[in-house]
């Protein structure tokens, strides 16, 4: 058996995966839970042999109980705007009632707790770039509410549950992130452009395509949230990637690794899109030693043949 027993909620996820992956190379056992609402068994299909890796199937929102574990990763949650419009009742759910059961775990075994949370906390910003003081700038109403509100709630719940049961917690605020398991399908950025590109469809940009994102790849994604793992830390801290794109400078990104020979259309920016983002992560470089490594047309380059296994799938006739 691992030296720890580690539960990681949202495990099929894009992220939720990598974690167990990374958790298992540490030589620990990981339980995952997964309601499959957006993860796929796809993504942890290379664990099925792995003796200290087992998935259950099951909706975090009902209180649960795996027995004793030493350590809870809360990262259930849809987390694309086509995820969390579709499922926005279920959204707000996960960030709420399911926040609270596995934080009841941690509670209960007297276990450590990080839980993904998300820059949306930050809205449409005023402060650029954003910094962990920053309150933000949220419609409670809008459109993108279900996700935002509920992030900012298990904030709130986290918070809540060291400052009145003692538990060892902590909040990553995840900027965006790429790579190899993201749905291609999301409606984000870069799972966006590169099926389009490699599809040979035009681009689309939203807006006039001056709006920014600060990607990150997910190897130093995950890094950075083992590294808060391992560290006393009880406020958020950001963990993203510094370096700002304008769409524009992405789409060239993307044309220039997939080879692609396409033009670009463009459509009206969603309400509430935020309009610049960009992690302030000078307490993750104090606090962690961290940043990260990986520069967007690298990751891009090894994201390709996912991406383009992808789109091959959607492309193969269905029997």
Known sequence: MGKRTVLITGAAGFLGSHL???VLGEGDSVIGVDNLSTGSLANVAH???ESRFQLIEKDICQPFDVGRVDFVFNFASP???VDYSRLGIE????GSAGTINTLEIAHRYDASFLHASTSECYGDPEVHPQ???YWGNVNPVGPRSVYDEAKRFSEAAVTAYH???GVDTRLVRIFNTYGPRLQSSDGRVISNLMTQALRGEPLTIYGDGLQTRSFCYVSDLIEGI???SKVTEHTPVNIGNPIEWNMFECASEVLAVTGAKVELIFKPLPQDDPTRRR???TKAKALLGWEPQVNLRSGLERSLEYFKACVSAEAAPHS
Do not use: F, K
């Open 131 to 133: 910094v962990e003081t």
């Open 79 to 81: 987390a694309s705007p």
């Open 91 to 94: 959204t707000l759910l996960v």
């Open 279 to 281: 992690p302030d992560i």
């Open 47 to 49: 664990l099925a042999n």
């Open 20 to 22: 167990c992956d990374y």
């Open 163 to 165: 400052r009145y049961h």
């Open 226 to 228: 083992m590294r808060l």
